[in-house]
């Protein structure tokens, strides 16, 4: 799965997970800590129950293949919350089952958006217990989280940061092994350069998957019909 990255983990409801921003180097008991101590008011007790669930995912057995999963937990990342989603409906039979699963993050190069990717890594690979028979690749070394130089200040930069995108799922999917499949999540990122995502998704036949805001599903977006 390649997912493109915005800055959601770093919101008002997560001040702790903003103070790491000037950390250089994260660790990833550092950013657990951040994202167990939610705050505000806003959608909070949804919020606290992700919490509870990111420290002690063992305690709640078979909890991605309910139905109301979408709408019971909030988790410090959109990134996350629409992978998570994706995950319990694979494990309900809503979606095409998988054995394993890699992620590769695609943030910008901003801070907010690089620290908004260990974030939704973080939380994915704290969940393992949950994804029972799927195996998980998700790692936040230059492997799984490759940053882009994606600017919309001017025209010219933003076609230039489509064009860098565009190359970016071009190599990815070139070295891709023969048996992978390859799914594209544009929840996060710019709306504009989420949409390009989403156009290259339905142009090459590839899955692509997004969760607007508020909503309790992660939608799978058909391809165009181009034969």
Known sequence: ????????????????????????????QQIIEAVLKPEGTKDIEKRIKA???IKNPELYGSVLESPDFGSEFLFPSAEAQTILR????????????????????????????????NVTVVTLNKLTPLFKNIKLKCRRDSAGIMPLPI???TREEFLSSVSGLFAKFDG????????????????????????????????????????????????????VPLG
């Open 86 to 117: 994706w995950l319990g409906d694979t494990m309900r039979g809503s979606a095409e089952a998988v054995d394993e699963l890699r992620v590769v993050m695609l943030p910008s190069e901003d801070k907010k958006s690089i620290l908004t990717s």
């Open 1 to 28: 799965m390649i997912c493109t990255s915005g800055t959601s983990a770093c919101n008002a409801s997560l001040p702790h997970v903003q103070s790491l921003l000037g950390t250089e180097v994260l660790t990833e």
């Open 172 to 223: 990815i999917i070139e070295k891709k092994n023969p048996d992978e499949e390859i799914i594209i999540c544009s929840t996060g990122g710019y709306k504009a350069v989420a949409g390009f995502a989403m156009m290259y998704a339905q142009l090459h036949s590839i899955p692509c998957l997004y969760s607007f805001e508020g909503s309790q599903e992660a939608y799978e977006v058909m391809s």
């Open 51 to 53: 919490a509870e669930l």
């Open 151 to 153: 600017k919309v200040d």
